[in-house]
Nanobody, 129 residues
């Protein structure tokens, strides 16, 4: 059974930092891209960042570029999202998700939620002004 479990969400003041973690089990880490998505009330789900299965490339939404960093720990099957210089508009439920890739796409990742096969339950991030 594939499981993705997010943690690290919290209430933080604007300008602060948080580190989200996603513990992954039940799949081969080297065959999946992992993405972080967020959804605020009344808004569509947004692809925040993703990292390829080979850990060779990452992609970020323009709204978080330079502030958020995605990383992968192959040893303990964990994906992290370091979030710095947080803004009130970053407030949302954050989800991690896994996208099974074919060998010719192992160096790529997508920030389109429709491409993803497995999802975690989400963790709430609230940034106060």
């Amino acid at each position: 059974e594939v499981q993705l479990v997010e943690s690290g969400g919290d209430l933080v003041q604007a300008g602060g930092s948080l580190r989200l973690s996603c513990a992954v089990s039940g799949l081969r880490f080297d065959e999946y891209a992992i993405g972080w998505f967020r959804q605020a009330p009344g808004k569509e789900r947004e692809g925040v960042a993703c990292i390829s299965s080979l850990d060779t490339s990452a992609s970020y939404a323009d709204s978080v570029k330079g502030r958020f960093t995605i990383s992968k720990n192959m040893a303990n099957y964990t994906i992290s999202l370091q979030m710095d210089s947080l803004r009130p508009e970053d407030t949302a439920v954050y989800y991690c998700a896994a996208d099974r890739l074919t060998p010719d796409t192992w160096s790529l990742c997508s920030r389109n939620h429709a491409d993803y096969d497995f999802w975690g339950q989400g963790t709430q991030v609230t940034v106060s002004s």
